[in-house]
């Protein structure tokens, strides 16, 4: 597509409720980011993708997060047993080539808010 | 790890004139990449500049353009003939080798009329 788009653009989950969020980037695009931005921060690194593998997942803060891109193409990243702590802004990012030296392209994000 | 700071929460300018926002941020690496991306309402985080370290030359993209200050650990950004549009959070960000983001905490742009 023309852009990396995300879905849901809102989701509201009860706490304890898992949830799936989608990305979905650039048509070719080799690296894909998912990032977390808490309300008045600046976004914080969860995971990278090449391709299908997942070469980094140290930013995911706890094993209730998970992620995957099993094609190579769209990514889902999975929170389960959400907690009030989970409520962000979740950012998905996708580049070209794996350097991004030209920087990533980023979506609209998916707002989570666990009450 | 790397930080990056970004001193002023909030900024406003006059239409047409011009703007700063300041960035420092902390590396001991020697090769490194540096953003400004903007982010308005809608969410979506657009990239505005960017810097490649080892090159002296400050990058600019027609009103927009950086002072890059390698040995003082700074990257400024300077909107010429500010714009309604322009309106914006303002992120900077550091690029890890080889592929991390690190940002600010962001600097709230406002455009007065």
């Known amino acids: 597509g023309a852009g990396v788009s995300q879905s849901p653009r809102y989701k509201v989950a009860k706490r304890g409720q898992d949830v799936a969020l989608r990305c979905d980037p650039i048509?070719?695009?080799?690296?894909l980011f998912w990032y977390q931005q808490a309300l008045g921060q600046g976004p914080e690194f969860l995971t990278y993708?090449?391709?299908?593998?997942?070469?980094?997942k140290s930013g995911l803060p706890s094993d209730r997060f998970f992620a995957e891109r099993p094609e190579g193409s769209v990514s889902t990243l999975k929170i389960q047993r959400t907690q009030q702590e989970d409520s962000a802004v979740y950012l998905c990012?996708?580049?070209?080539?794996?350097?991004?030296?030209?920087?990533?392209?980023f979506g609209s994000g998916t707002r989570l808010t666990v009450v | 790890a790397q930080t990056v700071t970004q001193s002023q929460p909030e900024m406003s300018v006059q239409e047409a004139e011009t703007v700063t926002l300041s960035c420092t941020y902390d590396?001991?690496?020697?090769?490194?990449?540096l953003f400004w991306y903007k982010q308005p309402p809608s969410r979506q985080m657009i990239l505005v500049i960017r810097?490649?370290?080892?090159?002296?030359q400050n990058a600019t993209e027609n009103r927009f353009s950086v002072n890059f200050q390698k040995a003082a650990k700074s990257f400024s950004l300077k909107i010429s003939d500010s714009q309604l549009g322009d309106a914006a959070m303002y992120f900077c960000a550091y690029k890890d080798p080889p592929y991390r983001l690190t940002f600010g905490e962001g600097t709230q742009l406002t455009v007065n009329p």
């Open positions: 810097q490649e370290a080892y090159k002296q």
């Open positions: 990012a996708s580049s070209l080539l794996g350097q991004g030296v030209y920087g990533y392209t």
């Open positions: 048509s070719g695009h080799v690296s």
């Open positions: 993708f090449q391709n299908e593998a997942q070469l980094d």
């Open positions: 590396t001991s690496e020697s090769d490194y990449y």
